[in-house]
């Protein structure tokens, strides 16, 4: 380990173990989801999901590769980061990585520096989700640091895979947002709450894709505590039952389908500001809508877990999750 490491370096490592748990649960969950079975079985009672163990995708993998580089270091070092990425990709290569990360991933294991690989592989960079799918570990670690070093720590993880400016910035905003919901911890069921997660984000996120999703994302907003109801603020009411299509919500800010962070993020911070209070319906409200379902509910995942805690994640759901190797 580094000589260099902060202080409370065991307090960081411990919130950004807890958002590995919520990211790597919503991520296997997720991934069962994708057969049409545990799909229905889930919308139906969440609690009846598909049986264990359930193995995780490329999005944990990728995560546990940052947060090993985070504990070694305290910092995101771009090149470790790199080289833990490939070496995790080499030793699994069928966790579900996408056609371009299997090429890059190939390249930076076979000795072609991050960046050139990077360039050759995504000309003009990637704006690809994998660069906010697996940032819930460095949202934990930096909670308790000003918003702009979390924001240029997560530029760094970004950079590694994903240098388009789309892809920094879906890194960026689910990094801040999952620090605004460790901080909210106390009070996460408070509406406060839910806006300060969209009003950081947006201040933090450069201008992008991304952040006008979070503004569409911010003016929708959905209280299921007693009358469940869409307010489109401007646009009078329009009511969305918790448990009938979220249709409306995936039109305006889409679902993952694209696999872009502009068609992922804003979602994700969506479902994540209405439902922080509970890890379990977040993730059933983000399975509903498919898309790209494990990383939907990764993202989810992290940033509600770091508001619940882990007793909030359900005991038998991370039963079910593979184990993780650190």
């Known amino acids: 380990m580094s000589d260099q490491l902060p202080t409370d370096h065991a307090d960081r490592m411990k919130r950004a173990a807890l958002a590995l748990t919520g990211l790597s ?8 989801c994708f057969q049409a079975h545990n799909y229905e079985a889930v919308l139906e009672d969440p609690r009846a999901t598909a049986r264990g163990p359930w193995p995780f995708t490329d999005d944990t993998a990728m995560a546990l590769s940052l947060y090993e580089v985070l504990n070694e270091c305290g910092r995101v070092d771009q090149d470790r980061l790199a080289q833990r990425f ?21 390249q930076i294991g076979n000795g072609l520096p991050w960046r050139a690989a990077a360039e050759v592989v995504f000309p003009g960079g990637s704006f690809g989700n994998g660069s906010a799918m697996r940032i819930g570990p460095l949202a934990g670690y930096f909670a308790e640091d000003g918003y702009d070093v979390i924001a240029e720590q997560a530029r760094l993880s970004a950079e590694v895979t994903h240098l388009h400016p789309e892809g920094v910035a879906g890194a960026i905003a689910a990094a801040v947002a999952g620090a605004v919901a460790w901080r909210n911890r106390d009070r996460h069921a408070d509406e406060a709450a839910r806006h300060e997660l969209f009003d950081t984000a947006l201040a933090h996120t450069p201008p992008s894709l991304v952040r006008a999703g979070i503004e569409r994302a911010r003016n929708l907003t959905f209280d299921f505590s007693t009358e469940p109801v869409v307010k489109l603020l401007n646009h009078g009411f329009m009511v969305v039952p918790f448990d009938t299509s979220v249709e409306p919500i995936v039109r305006a800010l889409g679902n993952g389908s694209q696999i872009s962070c502009q068609d992922t993020v804003p979602f994700c911070l969506w479902v994540a500001a209405s439902h922080l209070h509970d890890y379990e319906r977040a993730v059933a409200q983000t399975i509903r809508a498919r898309g790209d379902i494990d990383t939907n509910c990764a993202i989810v995942g992290g940033i509600v877990a770091l508001a619940v805690g882990e007793s909030g994640v359900p005991t038998d ?3 079910d999750r593979e184990e993780l190797v650190v």
């Open 25 to 32: 649960v919503g991520d296997a969950l997720g991934e069962t």
């Open 86 to 106: 490939a070496a995790r990709y080499k030793a699994q290569p069928w966790r579900g990585y996408g056609g371009g990360a299997h090429r890059l991933l190939q």
């Open 317 to 319: 759901w991370l039963a």
